[in-house]
Every structure is written in C-alpha cells, then in structure tokens.
C-alpha cells in the first residue's frame, strides 16, 4: 500500500489571565483545578480552552468512549473543518483534509513529536489506536509560526493516556461485524510524586471487499477483480511515565507503538505489513515563578512494508527527530514571552533508491501573548532554515474583543509553508528536485459565545495557497498551481436535564485558482461544498442513548471536476448500560440504513454494522 499511497500521493495534487507558575508547554493538556479545559497546541504554552484565540476543538478521553469510535478516521468525522477520504474501511488509506487544504498540509503530533511519513508527507490515521488515546487538540487556521512546514490548515495533536491518584486497572472486549474483534488494558495512577500509565489494545477483523474497481478501461481503484475480504490486525500500546522532582520541574517519558498488517486489492501489492511508533522526553523547570523552562527531545518512525500474494515487493522505512528547547516568560498578569528553537531531522531508509535520503531544519520562533481590559491579542513569528531550501520565514497575528456580558469577536492573519516531500523531490522518474516549498496565506474572522449551558460560534475564512505542487507537461511535480479557499464552520452545543444536542456544520468553496490552466475554477478534489453532523443524546442513571446524523455534498474525484461522488447521510444509533458500579456494556448500530457511498471512487464505505464493547472501568 505504501506504493499505491505513493503513487496516488503524487498525483493529487487570547489572552491569558495570570497563569500558573508551572505551564504544561508540552506535555498533555488537562483539566484545571477550577474545571476549565486546558489546551497547549495552539500556542505552544498551556491556556484554558476559553482564552485560546485560534478555533480549538478539544476530544477528551469521555468524549471518545461516548462516541464508541473504532478509528481515528471515524472519531473525527464531521469535526469542524474535517473531512475524510478512506479507501474502504478499517485499516485502508486514510486522508484528512482540514478547512479545505490537502492531506499533507496538517501537521500531525503525539506527544508533541511529529507523525508524518517524510515520503508520502502525510500521517496513516488508518493505524493509530483508539483506546491509546487520553484526547486530541485540533487547531484550525496556519501554525507555521509555531511548528514550521505542514501546520497550513492546522495541526492535529493527539495525547496518550496518563496516570493519577490510586491505581487503577481499566479492561474492555467486544466484537463486531465481519468477525471484528477489540480489547484493551491498562493501568495508571500516582504515588509520590510518580505517575504512570501502561496500555495495550488489539483491533482485527476479516473486513470486507474494499475494491470495485475493475481491470479493464475505463477502470480504475486498484484495476482488478478481486472479491476477497480485505482484513486488517492492529496491536499497540503505550505507556507514559512522569516524575515530579519539585514543585518546580519534573520529568516525563512517552511512547505509542502500533504494528500490523492490512489486506487490500491491487495488482502490484495487496497486502501491508506496518509499524508505526513515536518516543519523547520532555523536561520541565521553573527557576523563577515567572520563568518556565521545557526540553523536548522525540523520535518518530513510519514503516511499511508491501508484499503481493506474501511476496516482498517495497519497504519504506521514514523517521523524523527532534529537538525543543523553549522558554515562557512573564512579563505580567496578563502578558506572556515565549521563545524556543527546533532542530528537527527527517531520513528515508527504502528499497527504492533516493538521490537524497535526509534533511535537517533549525528553527528559531517568537509569540507574545498580552491583552487590555477586554482586548486580548497574539503576535507569532518563526524563521526555518532547511537543508534543501533555505531561509523560510512565517509569522500570525490574532486579535479579539469581548463584549461586556456577550460574545467574543476574533480576527486573525497568518503564513504558512509546506516543503516538498522526498517522493516529489526525489522518487525514481517522478521526483523533481528543483521544487520549490508551497506557501499560503490565511484570513480568519469570527464570533462565539454562550448562554446558560448553551454554547455557539461561527468562523469565517479565507486561504491562498501559491506554488502548489502538481504534475506538468512532462509529468513531473511541478511549482505551478495556486487555490484559493474560503469557508466558514458553524458549531453550537447545548445539555439541559441529562440532554444534550451538538451540531457542526461546515461550508467550504475549494477552488483551483491556476491561471490560464483547464482546471481553473473547479473544485479540489474529495472536498464536498457543505457537510454537517448532528449529535442528539440523553443520559439516565445507569443508561445512555445517541442518535447521530452524519451529512456530507457531493465531490469530485479528480481535479477537471468530471468524476463525480454523491452525497451522503447515515444515521447511527448508540447506547450504554452499567449493569453495576465497575462495568457498563457499549452497543452501537452505525449505517442504519445501509446507505451505499463512497469517500473515494472505486473504494465503497460499510453499509450497516453493529458492534458490542464490555468495559471494566471502576471509580477512584
């Protein structure tokens, strides 16, 4: 598959009130002790969700077992912004494309360490573990200011699980359609001044035929007749181990390794062996109560392996290092000066020869954060210089105002930059290494508020992508395509007496805006004009039931807007019972109607499935 990925890949073209002492500048957001939702991807320094400027969508580890989600790719679907293309169920090639800009323009982190394959430039959500996960931070708008190349939609972080108070063992098995099998364990907790959490999960199943693609012209998918069921095994775990050696500075470790294989159609390989693993070390000192000092050293690795009929064919083997040293001081109540320094490092091990296998970037970033009475303001800027490319400078300024008693009104400018990967640069007879990076440039205004337990928000957008790489007139990557995105995301969220109602909407006008080019004016492929999901949900006192519309326009499969995909809606009903004190029973019905779609032509989502989940999960 990552040949196939490769193949394809190619062708596609606030301000802060007085903080704590000891900021959280990279380690896993969190509750804080007043009940508010802390966030640290946004700025790069710990902040409640309220203050953040940049539109934050926060899934906590009680959102994701509500949801019942068995993917990534299914728990952020229809988050503001989000839409996702899948190539045929659990397992299968994933893309997530964020306010409207390509799969390999988000940035991606676990435990603040970039997970992105440096050949394909983009991240396999098809193989990260749910029941890894504590939560996941998406920060919409550029980021290049904070993070460097990738971050031009935003960025994606996602936290593994971590441990507090008495010791506490957590289980759950259950089982699906076509033979689906789940099952977790872990234990967490802390004693004097140590805390810790070990897990591991299994997902497997038989799947099904993911493929109607077909040999002959016009063809198309993965250009054959194939009808075997398409089955996909996951193991990961994780563990994350923190000590604290003061009130002012401590010491964590993190680690998330999934491995596996996936089954797929195709006459080149139809089968991927994969391992997928990031480590970090993140140190933490306050000499000072107004200094904070952090040290981040992390490693990630992407591997795949592609056999046909347990044939060896490819390997591809990327893995990205990298280093942080950051510096938040306070100048104030109210104003905050953070600078930091990257150095990251990205290598290709294959079996495919590259005329260059790796690259280093240093980075140097500023933000100050401050504000006045009800005016609240972000200045950011950063400068990359890369091996390849040289000087890159990106910089983001953001604005808001809140109203005495009302809302809040938000505006933001930004730049962002993506540099090429190692397969547009360098693959074999596709590669062109005299590619430029792309660059982008971002608008954002918008509003929210909220009302007694009712919460609402609406942000508007607009963003230029320049030296957009696609394929010329000799059929290499090229420098030669702009697009211009605009769009705007409408959220309201509201309980009342065990109730809750969530709805998203998302328009989104994605547009090829090359001059004097055949596809000028027409709509970027796999991104639907408008999408929406609805979320209706009551809780009892040991039972829970959910009903969720999912609602997504029609596409279009490639770039002369000529393959079209149809829209959708699919309903899912989910429910919960807790038998007893220490053990409920998860029950959840998607695609009730069996609705036949497809996210990407030739490869048909599941119709109706059900699934069944026993969890073990006493109370502290």
């Not at 590669?431 to 009712?454: K, Q, T, V, Y």
Request: glycine share 10%; proline share 4%; with cysteine.
């Amino acid at each position: 598959m990552a040949f196939l990925r490769t193949l394809r890949a190619a062708s596609q073209v606030c301000v802060l009130g007085a903080l704590p002492t000891f900021l959280l500048a990279s380690g896993a957001a969190q509750a804080q002790s007043d009940g508010a939702t802390v966030v640290v991807t946004a700025t790069r320094t710990s902040q409640s969700i309220e203050d953040a400027l940049s539109s934050v969508t926060v899934i906590t580890r009680a959102d994701i077992q509500a949801r019942q989600a068995t993917s990534v790719q299914e728990l952020l679907t229809g988050e503001a912004g989000v839409q996702i293309s899948n190539n045929g169920g659990l397992g299968k090639a994933t893309a997530l494309f964020l306010r409207g800009t390509d799969a390999d323009q988000v940035l991606v982190l676990v435990d603040g360490v970039k997970l992105t394959s440096a050949t394909l430039g983009t991240t396999a959500f098809e193989y990260l573990p749910v029941e890894e996960i504590d939560r996941i931070e998406i920060v919409r708008g550029p980021h290049s200011s904070l993070y460097g190349s990738e971050a031009v939609g935003g960025v994606i972080q996602i936290f593994t699980r971590r441990g507090q108070g008495e010791p506490l063992l957590t289980a759950s098995a259950g089982g699906g359609s076509h033979n689906t099998e789940n099952s977790s364990a872990g234990l967490s907790g802390s004693t004097k001044g140590l805390s810790y959490s070990v897990s591991s999960s299994y997902l497997g199943g038989e799947g099904y035929a993911s493929c109607r693609g077909t040999p002959v012209p016009p063809g198309g998918g993965c250009f054959t007749f194939d009808f075997t069921p398409d089955g996909f095994h996951d193991a990961s775990q994780s563990a994350r181990i923190g000590y604290d050696f003061s009130d002012t500075a401590n010491a964590e470790f993190t680690a998330l390794r999934a491995q596996g294989g996936t089954r797929f159609a195709g006459t080149l390989v139809n089968h991927e062996n994969f391992v997928q693993q990031t480590a970090g070390v993140t140190a933490q000192w306050s000499p000072l109560s107004s200094l904070h000092l952090m040290m981040h050293a992390g490693l990630s690795q992407d591997e795949a392996t592609d056999d046909l009929n347990f044939v060896p064919q490819s390997r591809f083997d990327t893995r990205h290092s990298q280093g942080t040293l950051q510096a938040d001081w306070q100048l104030a109540p109210q104003h905050l000066l953070t600078l930091g320094t990257d150095a990251q490092r990205d290598s290709v091990t294959s079996s495919v020869d590259y005329a260059v296998s790796s690259r280093r970037d240093i980075g140097g970033f500023l933000e100050y954060q401050g504000g006045l009475a009800s005016e609240r303001f972000s200045i950011s800027a950063r400068h990359d210089n890369n091996e390849q490319f040289g000087g890159q400078a990106s910089g983001s300024a953001t604005w808001s105002h809140r109203f005495v008693g009302g809302p809040r009104l938000t505006a933001s400018f930004g730049t962002a930059f993506r540099a090429p990967t190692f397969n547009e640069l360098y693959y074999p007879f596709f590669g062109n290494p005299a590619l430029r990076p792309e660059h982008s440039r971002s608008a954002e205004l918008g509003i929210d508020g909220s009302r007694g337990e009712a919460r609402w928000s609406l942000h508007t957008f607009e963003t230029r992508i320049t030296d957009l790489i696609a394929f010329d007139s000799t059929f290499l990557p090229a420098n030669i395509e702009t697009a211009v995105i605009r769009g705007a995301e409408g959220q309201l969220a509201a309980r009342r007496a065990g109730s809750t109602l969530s709805l998203i909407i998302t328009w989104l006008d994605p547009r090829n805006r090359t001059p004097a080019s055949a596809e000028g004016g027409k709509l970027l492929p796999r991104r639907a004009t408008l999408s929406g999901r609805l979320d209706l949900g009551h809780q009892w006192a040991s039972a829970c039931f959910m009903a969720r519309l999912n609602a997504v326009g029609p596409r279009f499969e490639d770039l002369a807007n000529t393959q079209r995909l149809g829209g959708y809606l699919t309903l899912d009903f989910l429910g919960c019972w807790a038998p007893a004190r220490q053990w409920s029973v998860e029950a959840k019905v998607a695609n009730v109607s069996g609705r036949h779609y497809e996210t990407a032509e030739f490869y048909p989502q599941d119709g109706r499935t059900g699934w069944i989940t026993l969890r073990y999960h006493p109370s502290r």
